[in-house]
């Protein structure tokens, strides 16, 4: 049997052997970033010298700002938001609302140790299927 309600009509649907590996990396990834998220930003930032958040700010910043410096004035979306790192460089350009997303809820949960001032509004578990053509 296979499940067609997440498949778009240019894609076959997804066979159930396509869902039970889906459903098994998805769990692994989460599993993964749920344990590494207590030590995270120490390993990320202070061992490795990640700095892509703040080249981002600054790409941003000089290619994107308007007069005010903002690159957003409604929403912003960090999509695999982990701990916060990026939201936390990003949060002086957006002017609106800056929704992160992740799915590991324990690097969501580290993000509101870390950063006391965010708000979690809601938790969900949220599947998505996407087709992306490029040109």
Do not use: K
């Amino acid at each position: 049997m296979t499940n067609t309600a997440a498949s778009s009509s240019c894609c076959a649907p997804e066979t159930d052997t396509e869902r039970t590996l889906r459903i098994y990396w998805r769990n692994q990834v989460e599993g993964l970033f749920d344990e590494y998220a207590a030590t995270f930003e120490d390993s990320l930032v202070r061992q490795l010298g990640y700095d892509v958040p703040a080249q981002m700010e600054a790409l941003l910043a000089r290619e994107h700002a308007d007069e005010q410096g903002r690159v957003s004035r409604q929403l912003a979306v960090d999509l695999g938001c982990g701990t916060g790192l990026a939201g936390a460089a990003l949060r002086g350009r957006c002017h609106g609302r800056l929704l992160g997303c992740d799915l590991s809820a324990m690097m969501v949960a580290e993000a509101l140790i870390l950063t006391p001032t965010l708000t979690l509004t809601l938790t969900l578990t949220l599947t998505l299927t996407l087709t992306l053509t490029l040109t």
